[in-house]
């Protein structure tokens, strides 16, 4: 009951940028962080970037400087706007959100939190 739509990937050559947006929908309390990972092809996935509900930010060491953040509350949006961008940044970016859901159970609020992930969205640094 909670989407994740992803938008935003392609390709682009070295040096140029790219903004990928993430919306999330559906049964919604409050989002705590929103983020971004990667996996590129025979690598484990990472974290590239991160954004707390108070905004506070966390970003991979490979992507400090050129990368940054950002998040609509309101819209429940999350992006990253990639800039300066390095063929080693080819991978598959993935939206990850930890959202807090409340339904009412004979008479009762109950809360509960989960991880949601996207479907994924590719980059190709290349020229």
């Known amino acids: 009951q909670v989407q994740l739509v992803e938008s935003g990937g392609g390709l682009v050559q070295p040096g140029g940028s790219l903004r990928l947006s993430c919306a999330a929908s559906g049964s919604i309390f409050t989002i705590n962080a929103m983020g971004w990972y990667r996996q590129a092809p025979g690598k484990q996935r990472e974290l590239a970037a991160q954004?707390?509900?108070?905004?506070?930010?966390n970003y991979a060491d490979s992507v400090k400087g050129r990368f940054t953040i950002s998040r609509d509350n309101a819209k429940n949006t999350v992006s990253l706007q990639m800039n300066s961008l390095e063929p080693e940044d080819t991978a598959v970016y993935y939206c990850n959100t930890e959202i807090k859901r409340r339904t009412f159970v004979g008479g009762t609020y109950l809360y509960s939190t989960n991880t949601y992930w996207g479907q994924g969205t590719q980059v190709t640094v290349s020229s």
């Open positions: 954004i707390t509900s108070s905004g506070n930010t």
